[in-house]
């Protein structure tokens, strides 16, 4: 195939990209790790939080292992415990779509392409995310970090939604993400249209940097992106 191939599967990742501000997501974490003393104004706090912004996107597990490597029981409850903060967040603020997802999700379903919507968190999390979407029926496949063995920046998610959904070639795959992270594994699934979505969890130049091809205010341009091989004006880098 050339990279002319038309585009078949577009992968959104929810964290940023489709919906959720990175608020909910910071506050679930700070109150997560006070539960094991990492408190606003100690160093420790700045250092994890520091991480937390680098590490965006990925697994929250993930981070947490990383911030208690010689210490996985308190790697363990601070992940349960910002599966709780997480959970109760989302009830009491709610869940939205960034500007114009829910424009893109409805252009691309009625243009034929088959969409993804994949997210790090774990399966409880992104089904209220889900529910209070009402975007149940919105994807082809809907995976989270329980679905593979390794989330962001690892390529697992993006060549899972591949094989589900029998893609002829990776060059078929185009990816919208907000997240470094998120672009890394697209790049390195071999997607070859990497849409940075600026939604305000990463800048331009982060996503840049990150190998992204094309960059994106309002969601809403991601399907004519898409249509248009990825030379739409707006859209190019």
Known sequence: ????????????????????????????F??????QGVVTGTKAYVRSMVQFDRSRGCPLVDVMNSLFPEDPIRAQAANL????????????FGVSPVVGA????????????KVCLIASLSRPALSLMLERLGW???ADLILCADDVARGFPWPDLFLTALLRLAADDVRAMAVA???????????RAGARMIV?????????????R???????EDMAELPDLVASGGVLTRGKL
């Open 210 to 216: 990150a190998g992204a091809t094309h960059l994106l």
């Open 136 to 138: 149940w029926r919105r």
């Open 177 to 187: 993400t907000a997240t470094e992270s998120g672009v890394l594994a697209a790049r």
């Open 196 to 208: 940075g979505v600026l939604s305000g969890f990463h800048d331009a130049a982060r996503l840049r």
């Open 81 to 92: 415990a910002f599966e709780r903060s997480f959970l109760a967040a989302a009830d009491r």
């Open 102 to 113: 829910d424009d893109a999700l409805t252009k691309l379903a009625a243009g034929g392409t």
């Open 1 to 28: 195939m050339s990279d002319t191939t038309p585009v078949s599967l577009v992968c959104c990742d929810l964290i940023g990209a489709a919906a959720l501000d990175g608020s909910a997501l910071e506050r679930a």
């Open 30 to 35: 700070a109150e997560a790790i006070a539960t």
